[in-house]
């Protein structure tokens, strides 16, 4: 079984933008390679579930969008800091719930909590930080399916597809 999740990546300056934020707060911050936009977890997924899920995610069109990550968030019960978004974007609520909709096809439990897209910055934080920061604006057109590795020196993000818009 692998541990997967659907994602919006990230370009290389959009990473950077982020990487600016994070290096301003030093501490536990989340590797630049592993930045991303959460769109669903999944969890524990077989492999034949993951291949009707590859199946059914080829047949939702990625929507081009633009995400204004203005707002810096602390959450206490995961003890993170995050980019959140003061903006509503209906596409993109849409895509999470045609992701839902296919992994609740295929018996795979889901989040029941409203959607918030986020990127998360900072693990293990104890308490909200005050930072003034330029918003970061994060182009997207495409999604993907992506794996988590554990690794003797914590988590690897691993892109096993991409899905484009025409």
């Given at each position: 079984?692998?541990?997967?999740?659907?994602?919006?990546?990230?370009d290389d300056?959009?990473?950077?933008?982020?990487?600016?934020?994070?290096?301003?707060?030093?501490?536990?911050?989340?590797?630049?390679?592993?930045?991303?936009?959460?769109?669903?977890?999944?969890?524990?997924?077989?492999?034949?579930?993951?291949?009707?899920?590859?199946?059914?995610?080829?047949?939702?069109?990625?929507?081009?969008?633009?995400?204004?990550?203005?707002?810096?968030?602390?959450?206490?019960?995961?003890?993170?800091?995050?980019?959140?978004?003061?903006?509503?974007?209906?596409?993109?609520?849409?895509?999470?719930?045609?992701?839902?909709?296919?992994?609740?096809?295929?018996?795979?439990?889901?989040?029941?909590?409203?959607?918030?897209?986020?990127?998360?910055?900072?693990?293990?934080?104890?308490?909200?930080?005050?930072?003034?920061?330029?918003?970061?604006?994060?182009?997207?057109?495409?999604?993907?399916?992506?794996?988590?590795?554990?690794?003797?020196n914590g988590?690897?993000?691993?892109?096993?597809?991409?899905?484009?818009?025409?």
């Amino acid at each position: 079984m692998k541990r997967l999740f659907f994602a919006l990546w990230p370009d290389d300056i959009t990473r950077q933008k982020c990487v600016k934020i994070t290096v301003a707060i030093n501490e536990s911050v989340v590797s630049p390679t592993n930045l991303h936009v959460t769109l669903l977890f999944l969890g524990n997924v077989t492999s034949d579930k993951e291949t009707v899920l590859r199946q059914e995610a080829a047949i939702i069109p990625p929507p081009k969008l633009t995400l204004c990550f203005n707002r810096l968030s602390f959450w206490k019960k995961p003890s993170v800091l995050c980019l959140t978004s003061t903006d509503d974007n209906p596409e993109l609520i849409s895509l999470v719930n045609n992701l839902a909709v296919a992994a609740k096809k295929l018996e795979i439990p889901v989040d029941q909590r409203p959607y918030k897209p986020h990127v998360t910055l900072v693990k293990k934080v104890k308490a909200s930080k005050t930072l003034g920061f330029e918003p970061v604006n994060w182009h997207s057109n495409s999604f993907c399916l992506v794996e988590s590795c554990s690794q003797t020196n914590g988590v690897e993000y691993r892109i096993i597809e991409q899905w484009e818009a025409k």
